[in-house]
């Protein structure tokens, strides 16, 4: 079963420093209609506009003071993706949750599986904006 996501909605920032996975997700989220802009991992300087920060963290539980820092300078809401999290129904949502994070996704992840956290985090922020 597909979920059927909104497409062409959000203005989003990826950072992410795997080479393959930011153009994989770039990618994704372009076609999927979607805005992608593509920050270094210690960009400080704010882009305004966004909708949702994609941040890759190794650790994402002791992550609160990045995820907060970056919420703050680009007026967002942050997301995180790692490899270190467990794919786990009720574990993301309570890390999220606790590091001030609108959601956690596991890597790897799909096509589907990112899209929908995509919604879901910026549903949370808010909803969407038309461009």
């Known amino acids: 079963m597909r979920i059927q996501i909104l497409r062409g909605c959000f203005r989003i920032a990826v950072i992410e420093g795997d080479s ?12 999927a209609g979607h805005e992608v802009v593509l920050l270094a ?35 967002a809401p942050v997301m995180v993706v790692s490899a270190h999290q467990r794919k786990a129904p009720r574990a993301s949502p309570l890390l999220a949750g606790r590091i001030g994070a609108a959601a956690i996704l596991p890597k790897p992840y799909t096509r589907d599986e990112l899209l929908a956290a995509v919604a879901s985090a910026c549903g949370a922020s808010g909803g969407a904006r038309e461009h």
Do not use: F, I, Y
């Open 20 to 31: 393959l996975m930011r153009e994989l997700a770039s990618r994704w989220l372009s076609d």
């Open 41 to 75: 991992e210690r960009q400080r300087t704010p882009v305004p506009g966004l909708d949702l920060v994609m941040l890759d963290l190794a650790n994402p539980g002791r992550a609160s003071g990045r995820v907060e820092a970056l919420r703050a300078l680009h007026r």
